[in-house]
Nanobody
Framework: QVRLVESGGGLVQPGGSLRLSCAAS????????MSWYRQVPGKERELVAS????????NYVDSVKGRFTISRDNAKNTMYLQMNSLKPEDTAVYYC?????WGQGTQVTVSS
């Protein structure tokens, strides 16, 4: 049974930081491309970042480049998203994805 469990969301002031985690189980994590998506009400889910199985190649949506860093620890079956210099427009539910599966999401709210 595939499980993707996100954690680390919360309320943070503009300019602050959060680190999201995605704990994975039920599939061969170390050979899986993984991704973070986000969604705000009324909009489509947006790909934020992806990482290849070895962690050697990463991709980001332009709006987060230079502020967010995706990483993974294959020994722990866990993926991360370090989010710095957060902006109000980063407010969303963030989802972990391994095609075709989704986690339940974690809310990130950036507000003063």
């Amino acid at each position: 049974q595939v499980r993707l469990v996100e954690s680390g969301g919360g309320l943070v002031q503009p300019g602050g930081s959060l680190r999201l985690s995605c704990a994975a189980s039920g599939f061969p994590f170390s050979v899986s491309t993984m991704s973070w998506y986000r969604q705000v009400p009324g909009k489509e889910r947006e790909l934020v970042a992806s990482i290849d199985p070895a962690g050697a190649n990463t991709n980001y949506v332009d709006s987060v480049k230079g502020r967010f860093t995706i990483s993974r620890d294959n020994a722990k079956n866990t993926m991360y998203l370090q989010m710095n210099s957060l902006k109000p427009e980063d407010t969303a539910v963030y989802y972990c994805r391994r095609i075709p599966f989704w986690g339940q999401g974690t809310q990130v709210t950036v507000s003063s």
